[in-house]
């Protein structure tokens, strides 16, 4: 020992004169038993020992020197066993004696040293992304495909090869750390799973076509009650479709149907165009129709109310006198009648018979339309012409 040589007695700790310390027991009072170590003589011993270990022998060191280095050692050893510290990305789980005791917030903060306290620090603001589909993360197909995931049946018994990529972050960093075992892996299990299922239930056509984004929002709301079933502390912020096309060997005759499809869109479009403009006329022209035969019915309905009602008066007027009313239609009859005709008068006195004219009316009211004209109905010949049977 290296004590042995430096004892007093003669004697080493083992010959039971030193002790460990290199001094001989002393004995007061014949009691017998070791009395305490000189305390001046250890710190002699580790001030040794300390400059031969520093550099230069560490000749004349000031005790308060040794004390300074001193502190400064036990500071750096508190620093490295006592405290951690958190990332602004990430949050500390602290375990004590392996069973979760707190959560730590980015900074410097205090602990236990292992084994008495365990600390772990996920990145709780990252977001992590998982790829199904194919090897590798590039959005633009770059990776090498997997076929046992790609490949997915149709509700419409179809195969279609779909390509995707989950982005998740942690949500609960002790459930994360504590409920799953392979959080990643779940994550990509689950996510193919709820694919497959959406997948399933729908057809292939919307799939390459306009739902897309439907699908994308049902497969990450499946995702994420799956994830809370399992307590696994994730949270899935996007899912993203990378591809989505029939499988290789038919892709030339899907690309064919698309583009037959295109067509009919195209052609339906052109006739409901057509027949956006085509209508409308049709429906003005109709209205039309209709608007003409409603006046004309109209018009006839009131010119055959106004003859009703015309007759229905002269009904009652005749009922009142019908002698006067009937001399009166008679009248009227006639002044119609000769109203347009031409008009002889026959004079029978005498014995004459031949018909001579009286008066041409219709040619005098021509010739003097305003000159007041009479006639007499007898032989009285103040006309200027007489019968023949009085000449």
Known sequence: MPWDNQSSGGGGWKSG?????????????????????????????????????LPGGGRKMNPFTLIAILTVAAALIAYNFFTFRVQPDELGVVLLFGKYDRQANPGLNFRLPYPIETVYTPQVTRVNRVTIGQSGEG???????????????????????????????????????????????SVKAAAESAMREVVGRSNIQPLLTQARQITESDVQELIQTTMDE?????????????????????????????????????LQNEAQTYANRVIPEARGQASQVTEAAIGYRDRITNEAQGQADRFTQVYDSYRAAPDITRQRMYIETIEGIFSKTSKVII?????????????????????????????????????????GGGG
């Open 230 to 266: 399992y307590a696994a502390g994730v949270d899935i912020t996007q899912v993203q479709l990378l591809k989505v096309d029939p499988p290789s060997e038919v892709i030339a005759a899907f690309r064919d149907v698309q583009a037959a499809r295109a067509d009919q869109e195209r």
């Open 17 to 53: 004169g030193g002790g460990p310390w290199g001094q001989p027991p002393r004995n007061s009072g014949g009691g017998g038993g070791p009395n305490p170590p000189d305390l001046e003589e250890l710190l002699r011993r580790s001030q040794d020992r300390l400059k031969s270990v």
């Open 347 to 387: 004079d029978e006195r005498g014995g004459s018979t031949g018909v001579i004219p009286y008066l041409p009316l219709d040619q005098l009211q021509q010739r003097a339309p305003s000159a007041p004209t009479t006639s007499s109905g007898g032989g009285g010949g103040g006309s200027g012409v007489t019968g």
């Open 139 to 185: 959005t633009g197909g770059n990776g090498r495909d997997i076929p046992e995931e790609s490949l997915m049946l149709t509700g419409d018994e179809n195969i279609v090869d779909i390509n995707f990529s989950v982005f998740w972050k942690i949500s609960n960093a002790r459930d994360y750390l504590f409920n799953m075992q392979d959080p990643e892996g």
